[in-house]
């Protein structure tokens, strides 16, 4: 079964007004960005996005934010990204804040046919209490605050309940996939990508190297293709941005 799609747009084509999408990537590192940028050339609006991170203001899914299209983040780190913090405080923005393993643990959860599962991540704040801002009115006040989610006692301890995450779509960003949609990503890009890609019900994994079945060692795939619908080769040369770049000033005994 041949999954390849020759572009991003056709890869993205079907993700239209009011779509979830999971996105994969650890900050600016194995981002799908050749289909970010083909969600944004295609229109879509209204989106709810469930992804690590919101990119920063020029890159990444920053670009969709910029333009108005995402309606909610479901994140667990938006510290890089200026044009966020603007539209969540004046109330353009729905912001459901997850802790960070919560939120891997919910995608994966998705994919997996889990409908909920019990953590100790949150117990005692307002993740679990509720009354966490989720959206404000514009004016400095909570318009949308989170709900209380069930707590119960497990041997002697309290955990807290919270319900897996499954999208319309996924957009990931792979080192390598064959046309079947075995996936291998390289380093921190795993850290949320095969779980991004599992919770969604139609995948898109955009991919540097395409490879033909059987090239790929059994042992060495991150993600069977069994969870892809569509690859698209982008080629080694796709652009890759760094979050920060800082340099070490150079003392006079080391010049």
Known sequence: MDKTVQTAAEAVAD???GSSVAVGGFGLCGIPSALIQAVLDGGAS???VVSNNCGVDDWGLGLLLGAGRIRKMVSSYVGENKEFERQFLSGELELELT???TLAEKLRAGGSGIAAFYTQSGVGTQVADGGL???YDGAGGVAVASPAKPVQAFGGRDYVLEEAISTDFALVHAARGDRHGNLVFDL???NFSPLAAMAGRIT?????ELVEPGELDPD??????VYVHRVLEVGHGITKRIE???VRTTTESER
């Open 188 to 190: 921190s890009a795993r």
């Open 99 to 101: 802790p960070q393993g």
């Open 204 to 208: 898109v994994a955009q991919v540097e």
């Open 46 to 48: 209204d989106l709810e």
């Open 220 to 225: 060495a795939v991150h993600l069977p293709g």
């Open 133 to 135: 801002p989720r959206r």
């Open 244 to 246: 920060k770049r800082t």
């Open 15 to 17: 993700i239209t007004d």
